[in-house]
């Protein structure tokens, strides 16, 4: 099996695992790194339909001196267990990744369930031979702790900083429920509960996330599995983090996340957050379920009726080139019928938008 992330629960390590470097917040604020300047930055979205231009100040970060070109795959909420063929899903964007022959591969959260039947899928996964990386989401502690959950995936922090090729990628994790001034881990669904409890970073990973933004002397990428943006199923707590992000914001690409399923682009405040559309499906439940499955089937997947699936399994792949620029290409699909529309699911509104697409972008820092 590959090397995985070492982990100790929400304790920042250090470790090397190939060309990355994963370093703790006391080891990366006692390195004297000197103040990074830009110019401006561009951002380009282009759609399936053509490219489209925003008129985005453009940033360039002067320290960048990468003489090699950086690539990896990014997927969002597989939820394997949910369909019948989210394995298979998941192993064409394997046997992509080995094509291209990417640095590493990472998904976003609400990749699976400790149960056997995930060993399967998790061998598939652990197939791809060069670095893999996880982020917990929060269905991924349904039947169990985050520290089981961990231990399954070989994943050893919660949260972690890692170097890949004079890019840094900050992962955060905000499963964390809020209560009588309490910051309470996911825990065997737990968080089933008011949702304005739910989704919250804890304090010290935030003083651990500025630290790193502090401290890096290389561009950054932030990656969640719940919105750092989001006004309706963004992190609760996100002011904090946007304003850690905002006081440096030269130093940032931008922000991935997962969580809503949607196809969508924001920028606020100079940064970009790029929502990943779920591998899998869109969930519309129980007033748009539809009878089209077995009864078999819904004994084995009891949720599908109740999913909106895509006929081809969504994912991305990022290239950095040299010169400051990043480039992501995503797969375009169609719903697996009854659509959406066709089930009289009105149309969503602007930042909640349905889609069976990952658009593809490309930014210039």
């Known amino acids: 099996m590959a090397a995985h992330l070492g982990v100790t629960y929400g304790i920042p390590f250090i470790l090397k695992i190939g060309i990355a470097k994963i370093k703790s917040r006391a080891a990366l604020r006692a390195e004297n790194y000197e103040t990074n300047y830009m110019k401006r930055r561009k951002f380009i979205a282009l759609s399936s339909a053509g490219a489209l231009l925003l008129p985005q100040p453009i940033l360039h970060f002067s320290s960048f001196s990468s003489t090699e070109k950086l690539t990896f795959g990014l997927v969002a909420d597989v939820h394997h267990g949910m369909m019948s063929d989210t394995q298979s899903r998941l192993e064409e964007f394997i046997e992509k990744a080995k094509e291209k022959d990417v640095d590493f591969i990472i998904q976003l959260g609400d990749f699976c369930h400790l149960e056997e039947r995930s060993k399967s899928f998790l061998k598939s996964w652990n197939s791809f031979r060069g670095n893999k990386y996880h982020v917990l989401g929060n269905h991924d502690m349904d039947l169990c702790s985050k520290d089981e959950i961990m231990d399954f995936w070989g994943m050893e922090t919660n949260y972690y900083s890692v170097v890949e090729k004079g890019i840094r990628f900050i992962v955060l994790d905000a499963n964390f429920m809020y209560q009588d001034g309490a910051f309470i881990p996911y825990n065997k669904a ?8 739910r989704t919250f970073i804890d304090e010290e990973q935030i003083e651990w996330f500025k630290g790193e933004m502090e401290a890096s002397e290389q561009p950054v990428i932030v990656i969640s599995h719940q919105s750092l943006w989001h006004y309706q199923s963004g992190v609760k707590n996100r002011l904090s983090l946007q304003k850690i992000m905002e006081q440096h914001a030269e130093k940032i690409i931008c922000c991935f996340n997962g969580h809503n399923h949607i196809d969508f682009h924001h920028v606020q405040n100079g940064i970009h957050y790029l929502e990943v559309n779920s591998m899998s499906y869109q969930w519309l439940g129980e007033q748009y379920k539809t009878n089209r499955y077995s009864t078999e089937l819904l004994k084995e997947y009891k949720w599908l009726a109740h999913l909106a699936p ?9 290239e950095i080139d040299p010169a400051g620029v990043l480039s992501m290409s995503g797969k375009k699909s169609e719903w697996m019928s009854p659509a959406p529309a066709e089930r009289g699911v009105p149309a969503q509104p602007f930042g909640n938008e349905y889609s069976a697409e990952i658009s593809d972008y490309k930014i210039e820092f």
């Open 190 to 197: 737990n968080f089933y509960v008011d949702s304005t409890l």
């Open 310 to 318: 895509y006929q081809d399994p969504l994912y991305a792949f990022v």
